[in-house]
């Protein structure tokens, strides 16, 4: 497995995790009746609360998933036998972690099917709107189908990563 492909499965599992931590939170709260569906205040803290909580453990899941990374490729590099030096297990990850055309274009193609489908998500939150649903209603379909997005297009790239991709 790639180290694109390997990151990419660790975005998916973050995403996951924070969303499912979100919908359990927000779906608690609201079944307990601390809060009201319409209470927008509410929903607009614990949402950027939970974007604040999402970058800050992308980043640092990403960093430690690097240097574990390193790490698995170093003790490798040492455990088949070759007298290996620092630089040349260092060239080695610098290798793996390397990023070509071809991951940026699979990069592109799967972030527009993400777009598209936080774009769809979007226009549902104002259908909802027009059928006399709550804005907090609105900002729910919103904040939860831009995660959807997001995890499509991670899910989508590692498709592509899998069965490729055509040009054109």
Known sequence: MSYQEKKT???????LLILTTYCFYAYGKY??????MDDLMFWARTMLLFIAISIVATIVIQIVFNILL?????????ASGCESDD????KTIETEMVTDEMDRLIELKSM???FFFAGIG????????????????????????????????AITQ??????GIKHG
């Open 9 to 15: 499965i660790v975005s998916i599992l973050t995403g």
């Open 31 to 36: 079944q307990s009746g601390v809060v009201a």
């Open 70 to 78: 390193s790490i698995m490729i170093a003790i490798q590099e040492k």
């Open 87 to 90: 630089k040349e297990i260092e």
């Open 112 to 114: 527009r099917i993400g």
């Open 122 to 153: 979007f226009v549902i939150a104002l259908i909802a709107v027009v059928l006399d649903y709550s804005a907090a209603v609105m900002i729910q379909i919103i904040f939860i189908s831009f995660h959807i997005g997001s995890l499509l297009e």
């Open 158 to 163: 590692l498709y592509f990563y899998r069965k």
